[in-house]
């Protein structure tokens, strides 16, 4: 018969290593995720956005109007936390993806 103390060490290191197996797989997809980094790349930013679409430039120098649809409806969708915030800006109108901000 196993000893009481021994399967209360037990039972807390596989707690733990579980707990830190969960946290690194959560980080990995969640926060640093390989698909939306991919992603992010090849979104342009909004200086890049407005030399390839001039006519997108509004008075308002941290915004564009939609290059498909030439809508002002523009929204953003953050894909990080607060301590590395990152935005992917969208039309509103028609949901074509614009330009990127961090």
Known sequence: MMDYK???IDYWFWFGLTLIAV????YYFV???P???EDWEKIPTLKEYLLKHPECKMSNDE???CYACGSEKVTFQPLTPPQDPKYKHYCCSC???LFKRK
Request: aromatic share 16%.
């Open 6 to 8: 021994l399967w209360i």
């Open 23 to 26: 946290s690194a797989l959560m």
């Open 31 to 33: 926060y640093y995720s």
């Open 35 to 37: 698909v939306q980094q």
């Open 63 to 65: 915004n564009a109007k």
């Open 95 to 97: 949901g074509h993806k």
